[in-house]
Structure formats: C-alpha cells, structure tokens
C-alpha cells in the first residue's frame, strides 16, 4: 500500500491482490483509512486479482463511508477490478467512473 495526501482527499493505493487470503490485512487498512480521512480515494490499478471477498471488502468501505458521512471514491481500476464490478453489476452501487481501456472499445 501507498499512501498520497493531497489538499482534497487521501489517496491509497493497493499493491496486493483483494483475495480471502489477506482480507484481514485489507479491511483492517480501508476501515482505518476511512476513519483517519474525510475524503479518500482507493487506487485499485495494481490489484491483479479480486474474488469475492475482495468485492466484499470494497461494498463494506462503501458502506461504512456512507455510515460515517465521509467520501469515498475507487479510481484506477484494474482490469481484474473492472471485470468484477461489471460482473456483479456493481458500478452503480459504488458510483465511480468506469473507464473502458482503448484496446477493449475498439
């Protein structure tokens, strides 16, 4: 993970994959992230892998943002990332733009 704080929100970016294997560590990291910043944004561009747990991991940091009356946005979606969110049919849900790579538009 890194972490970039500009004057408008923090940024996050998570360099390991959202899978049941080290969901612990991940939940434990949004939810603190959450707590500690008004604004916050996940960089999900490195996350190479995502299964269930890891889209239950992000609807809990959605939901608890919402809870919590603080902005959350997901940017940088990975392939892996943007294939699940439209599998699940969540782009909607989280409200983030989902940008489609050139090579799959064409």
Known sequence: ????????????????????YNAGAVKKLLLDALAANHMLEIDLSRVAEIDTAGIQLLILAKRESLRQKRSLRIVAHSPAVHD???????????GDPLLIPAQEAA
Do not use: C, G
Request: hydrophobic share 50%.
């Open 1 to 20: 993970m890194t972490r970039d704080t500009n004057k408008d929100a923090a940024r996050i970016a998570l360099e390991q994959d959202l899978t049941i």
């Open 84 to 94: 699940a969110i439209d599998f699940f049919d969540l782009a909607s849900y989280f």
